[in-house]
């Protein structure tokens, strides 16, 4: 049997140069999306905390992650396929409209189980599981803001996977 050669491909300096360009853009949007939304979560957390006090902001906080843990579990990881699947084909292409009518489908069934099954357990989770009858209005509102954050992290994937950073940092931030 023969040897088999095979040669690395080249990369010549325009396309590196190119390459380097593209990372550094989309990495400092990226970070800058992050930068911004964490900055708002913490300005929103303080302003919350000063304002309602300690018991207040101790429901915010409870009632915030348990939407949070609704909002991960049945978006069921949308972001992640629309990051992966979303620079896949052209803007125009079959192909592309195929991917973001099953996004639109998944993320529309994502968000219905979500609000309505964190609306349908708020009696029990108030009463039952966190001792606390009177964030049963609270948590069916955060049934709503479950579903905005599952459409949130599908657009985050979207605009991330189709590399439309301005977008990202305008919705997601």
Known sequence: MGAVSVEAPTV???SASSLRTFLLRGVSNLALATAIER???????SLAARVAGPQVFGAYSVVLT???LFSTYAGAGIGSTANR????DAPDSPGHHRLIRHL?????I????AVVLMF???PLL???VLKAPHLETALRWAAIATGFAILIECFRGLFIGERKFKPLLVCCS
């Open 12 to 14: 010549d300096s325009k």
């Open 39 to 45: 900055v708002l979560g913490f300005a929103a957390n």
């Open 66 to 68: 348990t939407c949070n």
């Open 85 to 88: 699947f979303g620079g896949q």
């Open 104 to 108: 639109m489908v998944s993320s529309v």
């Open 110 to 113: 994502s968000v219905a189980l």
């Open 120 to 122: 349908l357990a708020a």
């Open 126 to 128: 108030a009463t039952s």
